[in-house]
């Protein structure tokens, strides 16, 4: 199976930036990232495509950019503007097709913590 392992979270203020970063033990078709606060679902952040087509959540609003390197089997997330509502834990994930549900996608990484004061 695939593993994803995520990296890049920690502490910001409120208008500052993170890049979150993920790496996958093998090829993906699509890696996308996902967030969760505690008693919540998972929300779609991002997603990206083999071919580089990229999906956003409504909330993003222009403030975060996903990449990939297939060559390395990586994901990026460049968040900008953060706002205290941003905080959660991002999740990667890798999927076979295009999906905005946490519950379609077969691999899972552990999660890195955002915290964005206000």
């Known amino acids: 199976q695939v593993q994803l392992v995520e990296s890049g979270g920690g502490l910001v203020q409120a208008g500052g930036s993170l890049r979150l970063s993920c790496v996958a033990s093998g090829r993906t078709y699509i890696m996308a990232w996902f967030r969760q606060t505690p008693g919540k679902e998972r929300d779609f952040v991002a997603a990206i495509r083999r071919d580089n087509n990229i999906y956003y959540g409504d909330f993003v609003n222009g403030r975060f950019t996903i990449s990939r390197d297939n060559a390395k089997n990586t994901v990026a997330l460049q968040m900008n503007s953060l706002k205290p509502e941003d905080t959660a834990v991002y999740y990667c994930?890798?999927?076979?097709?295009?999906?905005?549900?946490?519950?379609?996608?077969?691999?899972w990484g552990q999660g890195t913590q955002v915290t964005v004061s206000s």
């Open positions: 994930a890798a999927n076979s097709r295009v999906s905005y549900y946490s519950s379609t996608y077969e691999h």
